[in-house]
């Protein structure tokens, strides 16, 4: 049965990998490819062992992504200058590619800027602006340096909140794999962004007592921020505050903070500051689509597909890649052909 799943699996593969390739050979009318990344890191990069694997791409795999783009005839854009000619559709190229990279990650400074350099490609990234020249990360990250590095105290009761979220719904004796710890990462979003961050910070201070390796940071700070909007080649959106879920954010003031105080938090970026909002997770509420648009002009969603020019500047569908569904060109337009159904 291997074998046949296998062959399967990889006449699929093709099957997506061809619908990608004749899209982009037949496309006409003016049509956007968003590529979107999060995590750019190599190989043996330490921080790859208690991260998402869905987060994660190598730099030589996103220069790949960009020269084969090229290959294809596609066009390099600031995401907003597309945006801008949407309303002269005969200025845009029949095919044209845009970068994003959400949450404003070090690593984007320190591995994808270097290759964004060498290529002359620009690219857009979405901010989470109260991280911002902090050690903090995102509870996904906390969650799994927890679980990933040693086991759980069975009968410590700090750690009982992950209890029911652990597989069979238990501590173990053993740490969990990075396999095993995505799963619980994905299955705690059933809880509000702010409650897990409330247990996290109580479980820090029960073992403030305790020897602890400082934190080292992992988002960007401003001379980064700095030396990469005065390249021209990199723009800044707004990503919310604190990367919280807007479908679990009820205050309306808090509502508002995240989406609107969130873009006045970029004014300090001056012209490479661009009023598009990328929604945390994807998730989408009614208050919350209004306020972003009544105060930016345009927004990411983590819906796939390509973008015609006819397409909803609120409603941009983008690609997200890592290293498991592009890792070479036939993934690549396979991830690309599936936007198409």
């Known amino acids: 049965m291997a074998p046949i799943r296998s062959t399967l699996k990889f006449f699929a593969l093709s099957l997506f990998a061809l619908a990608g390739w004749i899209k982009i050979r037949l496309t006409v009318r003016p049509t956007l490819i968003i590529l979107t990344y999060h995590r750019v890191l190599p190989a043996d990069h330490p921080d790859r ?4 694997p869905g987060m994660v791409i190598a730099p030589e795999l996103l220069r790949n992504h960009i020269r084969y783009m090229k290959a294809c005839g596609a066009t390099p854009v600031h995401l907003d200058d597309w945006l801008s000619a949407q309303a002269t559709p005969n200025k845009l190229p029949r095919l044209s590619f845009a970068l994003t990279f959400d949450d404003g990650w070090r690593d984007n400074y320190q591995y994808a800027f270097p290759v964004l350099n060498e290529e002359q490609v620009p690219a857009t990234i979405f901010l989470v ?3 911002l020249d902090t050690n903090r990360t995102f509870w996904p990250e906390q969650v799994l340096k927890l679980i990933i590095s040693q086991p759980l105290p069975p009968d410590a009761p700090e750690y009982q909140w992950l209890t029911p979220f652990l597989p069979d719904q238990q501590p173990d004796s053993a740490p969990l ?5 995505d799963d619980v990462v994905n299955r705690l979003k059933v809880l509000d962004d702010a409650v897990i961050l409330a247990h996290l910070e109580r479980m820090s201070a029960l073992s403030a007592s305790k020897p602890r390796k400082p934190l080292s940071r992992v ?9 990469m909007a005065s390249s021209g080649l990199i723009r800044f959106g707004a990503h919310t505050q604190h990367h919280y879920r807007l479908n679990r954010v009820a205050e309306p003031a808090a509502l508002r903070r995240e989406i609107v105080d969130s ?4 004014d300090p970026l001056g012209a490479e500051a661009v009023p598009i909002f990328c929604y945390p997770n994807g998730d989408i509420t009614g208050r919350g689509e209004e306020l972003v648009e009544q105060h930016y002009k345009a927004a990411c969603t983590t819906r796939t597909g390509w973008n015609p020019v006819t397409r909803n500047p609120f409603d941009l569908r983008r690609f997200n ?3 498991g569904n592009s890792f070479n060109n036939l993934r690549f337009l396979a991830s690309l052909g599936r936007g198409i159904v």
């Not at 062992?49 to 998402?52: A, G, L, V």
């Not at 794999?177 to 710890?181: F, I, R």
């Not at 988002?219 to 030396?227: A, K, R, V, Y």
């Not at 873009?263 to 970029?266: F, G, H």
Request: aromatic letters at 0%; one cysteine or more; proline letters at 0%.
């Open 321 to 323: 890649l890592h290293d």
């Open 219 to 227: 988002i960007l700070n401003s001379g980064e921020l700095t030396e």
């Open 263 to 266: 873009l006045t938090d970029l």
């Open 129 to 131: 602006t109260r991280l």
């Open 177 to 181: 794999d990075l396999e095993q710890a």
């Open 49 to 52: 062992s208690c991260e998402q």
